[in-house]
Nanobody, 116 residues
Framework: VQLVESGGGLVQPGGSLGLSCTAS????????MNWHRQAPGKKRELVAA????????IYADSVKGRFTISRDNAENTVALEMNNLKPEDTAVYFC??????????WGQGTQVNVSS
């Protein structure tokens, strides 16, 4: 099983980035999917989550109204669209597939830097 994130990079404050998480060896339609992030010196935090069918999602208060999580089960991908980025959004972003409390998979992460 492998989850691979892509789409990170350097963006100016107020800019946008789109992250993607692609799975191999795993049918993502069977998994709830989360995006987490970890900034230097801070604990990993949940940013957004989406149900298996994609019919419900939740967001951290810090990103509500700016980030959108979506999924395409046919393509086995999950995306995170990030708008109006702020310097405090700088972090490594990870996707996570959750099939149960003890059955989860993580990607290696993609770096997002928001700086002028």
């Amino acid at each position: 099983v492998q989850l691979v994130e892509s789409g990170g990079g350097l963006v100016q404050p107020g800019g946008s980035l789109g992250l993607s998480c692609t799975a191999s060896g795993l049918t993502l339609g069977r998994s709830a999917m989360n995006w987490h992030r970890q900034a230097p010196g801070k604990k990993r935090e949940l940013v957004a989550a989406i149900t298996r069918a994609g019919d419900n999602s939740i967001y951290a208060d810090s990103v509500k109204g700016r980030f959108t999580i979506s999924r395409d089960n046919a393509e086995n991908t999950v995306a995170l669209e990030m708008n109006n980025l702020k310097p405090e959004d700088t972090a490594v972003y990870f996707c996570q597939a959750v099939n149960g409390a003890l059955d989860t998979y993580w990607g290696q992460g993609t770096q997002v830097n928001v700086s002028s």
